[in-house]
């Protein structure tokens, strides 16, 4: 069965304090790993597709790194308008095809 | 503005009441979804549908009912439901299931209250 562990739950950060979100993952051969933000009752933004070890992306201050066990999402120099629930989901490349979510990291960016 | 629009953006109806949910997205994908997000659990997957043929039903009860009459449109019929089935709706969807670009594009969501 796929799995998929975010950590941490909630982070609390200050304007500025550079830090990494992590998302572990288990899945019989992955086909893509994805990552949104999701803002309070709004629905997922999606920001990166990562397919294969070693595979990085960025979008302004984000950063996303993958390797065989586990995603990074950096996040450089956060601002406020970063706060938001940052989600990943894996999608398997045998078997379903659905992709299975994390529950998320809830980050708040003090100014 | 993902290209995915949903309607309504609230909903408030009663355990006897029957609403739909409606969905449509604007991006010339093949494969829609229904997920269910309620407080501090990931998302369920409810429904899938690939070039309008259904392809994955989550045990969903029956009380929630899926209707794809065309690649762009996607609803959710509701009936009879409970409280515990208060929760953000949320309706996505993708190039394809296989094959291409399999990243989901969500909606904002239709936040339901049962009451």
């Known amino acids: 069965e796929d799995q998929v562990t975010q950590s941490p739950e909630a982070l609390r950060l200050q304007e500025g304090e550079s830090s990494s979100l992590n998302c572990s993952y288990t899945v019989s051969g992955l086909r893509g790993l994805f990552w949104y933000r999701q803002d309070p009752g709004k629905g997922p933004e999606f920001l990166f597709t990562?397919?294969?070890a070693g595979e990085e992306k960025e979008k302004e201050r984000l950063k996303a790194t993958l390797t065989k066990k586990e995603s990074f999402l950096h996040i450089t120099a956060p601002k406020p308008e970063d706060s938001a629930t940052y989600l990943c989901?894996?999608?398997?490349?045998?078997?379903?095809?659905?992709?299975?979510f994390g529950r998320g990291t809830s980050l708040i960016v003090h100014p | 503005e993902t290209g995915v629009t949903q309607t309504p953006r609230h909903l408030v109806m009663g355990m006897t009441n029957k609403k739909s949910l409606k969905c449509e997205q604007h991006l010339g994908h093949n494969a829609m979804y229904w997920y269910k997000q309620s407080a501090k659990k990931p998302l369920e997957l409810m429904f899938v549908y690939s070039l309008e043929e259904r392809v994955e039903n989550n045990s969903v009860p029956s009380r929630f009912s899926p209707e794809c009459p065309n690649s762009s449109h996607l609803f959710l019929h509701l009936h009879t439901l409970q409280p515990e089935d208060s929760a953000l709706y949320l309706c996505?969807?993708?190039?394809?299931?296989?094959?291409?670009?399999?990243?989901?594009?969500f909606g904002q969501g239709t936040r339901l209250t049962v009451v």
């Open positions: 989901a894996v999608q398997a490349s045998g078997g379903s095809y659905i992709p299975t």
């Open positions: 996505a969807s993708s190039q394809d299931l296989v094959g291409g670009p399999t990243e989901a594009f």
């Open positions: 990562l397919y294969s």
